[in-house]
């Protein structure tokens, strides 16, 4: 795998560099700036990105690489110990946030992690039909995330773990919500009302209206459920 890793501390980056190239057999390109990383125009697999550059800082540094390189794989690794910022550099495209100091086994199997994420990731943008991601709580539809709340979320992947079998709406009210929810069976109205919307298609397409009963996934549309 090529890494780059773009550290200002050549002490840091020579440590990690010598480690992941000795013991995980990657090619790792080391830089001191986004500058330098930026005129590299190499595909890279990964980045090791530190905050703290001499010609960058904070949550900008990881925006202009996110510019450059909308879906690469990154991994901060910061002195940056601040709850707000791992955060919001989390929401805006990090993939791991790593504090200095740190163990450079940690490090590697984040990456590892990382990795595995991002390989799955590629294989659901590339499917055709429906993927369930149970790790992630997603859901794709021909390759594109379909953007679900968690309740929706939990009342799809109800409907789909059973295809073509007719939820009553006090039932899938008990299976999504749980023994100690008291509301109104509406509430599975308007949540599968929701759900059509973003799936797209026709109303039937594939939550079909069981009359004066509930609801039920079409079971003539596949779904993959991947992950536990």
């Known amino acids: 795998m090529l890494v780059a890793l773009i550290e200002d501390d050549p002490n840091v980056w020579e440590y990690v560099r010598a480690y992941l190239i000795n013991r995980e057999h990657h090619t790792v390109d080391a830089f001191q700036t ?3 990383f930026l ?3 190499q595909q890279y697999e990964m980045a090791l990105l530190d905050l703290n550059l001499g010609d960058s800082w904070g949550e ?3 925006a202009l690489l996110r510019a450059h ?3 690469l794989p990154v991994i901060i690794i910061s002195a940056i110990d601040i709850p707000l910022v791992k955060i919001s550099s989390l929401r805006e495209g990090a993939d791991d946030y790593l504090i200095k100091p740190f ?3 940690e490090l590697a199997a984040r990456m590892q992690a990382v990795q595995r994420r991002t390989a799955t990731l590629d294989d659901h943008r590339t499917a055709k039909g429906f993927v369930c991601d149970n790790e992630g709580r997603q859901i794709y539809k021909d390759g594109k995330e379909v953007n679900l709340t968690p309740l929706e979320y939990h009342f799809l992947l109800a409907l789909i773990s059973r295809p073509g079998y007719a939820w009553p709406r006090p039932q899938l009210l008990l299976e ?3 023994p100690n929810f008291y509301g109104y069976e509406r509430l599975v109205d308007v949540h599968i009302g929701h759900l059509r919307k973003k799936l797209g298609g026709d109303m039937q397409a594939y939550i079909e209206t069981v009359r004066s009963l509930g609801y039920r996934w079409n079971a003539e549309t596949p ?3 991947v992950g536990k």
């Open 69 to 71: 390189y909308p879906r």
């Open 103 to 105: 163990s450079i086994e």
């Open 176 to 178: 999504v919500l749980g």
């Open 39 to 41: 005129a590299s125009q």
């Open 60 to 62: 900008a540094t990881l």
């Open 223 to 225: 779904v993959r459920i």
């Open 34 to 36: 986004m500058t330098s």
